[in-house]
């Protein structure tokens, strides 16, 4: 994470109220740089992809329910997608080629906190989430959808 870092996170909640305000003056810096950059890069994304990315800052708190890695054959190749299941979304990352996560604390590791996507070459991303303060998830990926969850299981 470029912007939302732990470490900034953790100063948010601190005992001491200077910390706090300058916790608070920092995260909005961090915020408007972020945005700042966002907005460069979303022009150039097909509105799908520029939807979902959008989409995904509003998943803030939605509790991570199943992370699934899988294979998957195209008519061109074998690809790995990422599905990661959410209390309210359904998010799949397609042609991941590379999946990270840190896992510190197990207890801590249920939501999807903040998170901050980078353009990269070839039509790839990356997406950085910061889970909490100590637990983070990364990848690069080429597609993105994400779906409301329904009952039972099934997504539209």
């Known amino acids: 994470m470029q912007y939302f870092t ?5 100063s948010l909640s601190s005992s001491d109220p200077k910390v706090r305000e300058r916790a608070d003056e920092q995260w ?12 460069g890069i979303l022009p150039k994304l097909s509105q799908r992809k520029r939807d ?6 509003d998943l803030h708190d939605s509790e ?7 294979n998957k054959q195209t008519r061109r190749k074998h690809v790995v997608n990422v599905k990661i299941v959410l209390d309210n979304r359904i998010v799949v990352f397609t042609n991941v080629t590379s ?3 840190s896992v510190q604390n197990q207890d801590d590791f249920h939501a999807w906190g903040y998170c ?9 991303m ?10 983070q998830i990364s990848m690069v990926f080429e597609g993105i959808e994400i779906h ?6 099934r997504f539209s």
């Open 52 to 57: 979902a990315v959008i989409r995904c800052h």
């Open 28 to 39: 909005e810096n961090a915020w408007n740089q972020y945005r700042a950059y966002l907005d």
């Open 148 to 153: 409301r969850r329904v009952s039972r299981g």
């Open 99 to 101: 999946f990270a996560f």
């Open 126 to 135: 990356k997406i950085s989430i910061l889970c909490d303060l100590e637990n």
């Open 6 to 10: 732990s470490e900034l996170w953790y």
């Open 64 to 70: 991570i329910e199943t992370i699934v890695a899988y």
């Open 116 to 124: 901050e996507f980078e353009a990269l070459q070839d039509n790839k």
